[in-house]
């Protein structure tokens, strides 16, 4: 059984101070709290005066399990000013959300309350996730200061384009809670794919029949997707291949959409030059309507006969390219897992299969995998998927062929 004790497990361990200024997107930062703990990180919120005008400091501490801090000098840190507890072993200050206000005192270097005295003595790399209205960041003064951080390589994550509370239109929005937690995945998460061109396949076809209907496979893509993610945190150039689904795209990842097994072997060919591995998800028809009916077939209350061919094996001819790249598999059985698996791996000559049972991993967010390898058979423990997914880029990095 391969070792991955010494995987790191999100931000297991990870010792993150979460910095609160002032701004209604001060809610959101309640909910990124909760996903990075949920993370495993060690969440210790600091909020300025003005972020625990919006949300209160209790809020984060039954969020995060830790004290939330305010002001400097705090009653209740023993021994030593908050500063200095709270500045040991920090592994990253996130401020989320940062206002024009806090980037101006970053870029100026004041220390004028616990937060930027935190920045301002930190050893450990800083985030930033600005949250304002789109005047305020379109003024050049924001601007200049936001250049400034960027010099001193503080980490600028977005913002984002929509919908302000203002009720106006621009960029100002803060990122989700969900991308601020991929930045820092990313930051951490070991480079085991740098330099390394990626191409996956990910969700479903679908084979027209008329304009309306058509056959098709039961994936859900959440496997591919968190692969790509994976992949992309682990520092590889990412083109995932995907059929239709409706997931959001994972940073770092380039995305080309296809419908049908010809449209996604058109795009995997598009990309496969130069690239080192290629990781078939996608649950491709095995077959297609002979013709697609230009109009809706009409109901006619008779059986219909279809006549079907068989589709093209994308991986099986990636794989056999005069110099392919690393071909990984997929195989979701219904059962005797071990001996489809395999069977298919040495069919298609390919490195590495990666199984599961069809009861353990279609549709849901976990899943229990079987790797399969030159080196023989390797079952990893029922897991999210995300966290599978990097099981398998380390097993993929330890296998690849050096540059
Ligand atoms: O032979 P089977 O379809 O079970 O093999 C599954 C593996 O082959 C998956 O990795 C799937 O993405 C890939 N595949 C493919 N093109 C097909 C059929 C399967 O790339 N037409």
Request: charged residues 20%; glycine residues 10%; aromatic residues 6%.
């Amino acid at each position: 059984m391969l070792d991955y004790t010494h995987v790191i497990d999100g931000l297991r361990g990870r010792k993150i101070v979460l910095g609160v200024s002032g701004g209604i997107a001060a809610y959101k930062a309640a909910e990124l709290a909760r996903a990075l703990k949920r993370l495993g990180a060690d969440v210790h919120a600091v909020l300025t005066e003005a972020g625990a005008s919006f949300v209160t400091p209790l809020t984060f501490e039954a969020l995060s399990g830790n004290r939330a801090w305010t002001a400097l000098q705090e009653e209740g840190a023993k021994g030593g000013m908050p500063h200095i507890i709270l500045g040991r072993g920090i592994d990253a200050i996130l401020v989320a959300p940062a206002s024009a206000n806090f980037i101006a005192r970053l870029a100026t270097g004041f220390a004028n309350d616990l937060l930027s005295t935190l920045c301002l003595a930190r050893e450990c790399p800083l985030f930033v996730a600005p949250a304002m209205n789109r005047q305020m960041w379109e003024n050049p003064a924001t601007q200049r200061n936001i250049a400034t951080l960027a010099a001193d390589g503080i980490a600028i994550l977005g913002p984002a384009a929509g919908e302000q509370a203002c009720g106006e239109t621009g960029l100002g929005r803060m990122l989700e809670p969900d991308a601020l937690c991929d930045a820092l995945l990313a930051f951490f998460a070991p480079k085991l794919l740098a330099g390394r061109k990626v191409v996956l396949t990910a969700g479903p076809t679908f084979e027209a029949i008329d304009p309306v209907r058509g056959i098709t496979n039961a994936s859900s893509g959440k496997m591919g997707y968190a692969l790509a993610a994976a992949c992309a945190r682990a520092g590889a150039e990412v083109v995932l291949v995907s059929g239709s689904v409706a997931l959001p795209l994972p940073a770092g990842v380039q995305r080309v959409f296809a419908t049908s097994a010809l449209q996604m072997r058109e795009e995997v060919f598009a990309a496969i030059p130069g690239a080192d591995v290629f990781i078939a998800v996608a649950a491709v028809a095995d077959y297609r309507p002979v013709e697609t009916a230009l109009h809706k077939i009409k109901k006619s209350g008779e059986p219909v006969h279809l006549e079907f061919v068989p589709n093209p094996d994308i991986l099986a001819e990636v794989a056999a390219l005069p110099q392919p790249p690393f071909c990984v598999g997929f195989a979701a059985e219904s059962r005797d897992l071990d001996a489809y698996a395999e069977g298919k791996r040495r069919a298609k000559r390919l490195p590495m299969l990666v199984g599961n049972l069809l009861a353990d991993g279609l549709g849901g967010d976990e899943n229990t995998v079987v790797i399969y390898d030159d080196e023989g058979r390797h079952p990893l423990p029922r897991a999210p998927k995300a966290f599978v997914a990097r099981q398998i880029v380390e097993r993929i990095a330890n296998l690849l062929p050096a540059n």
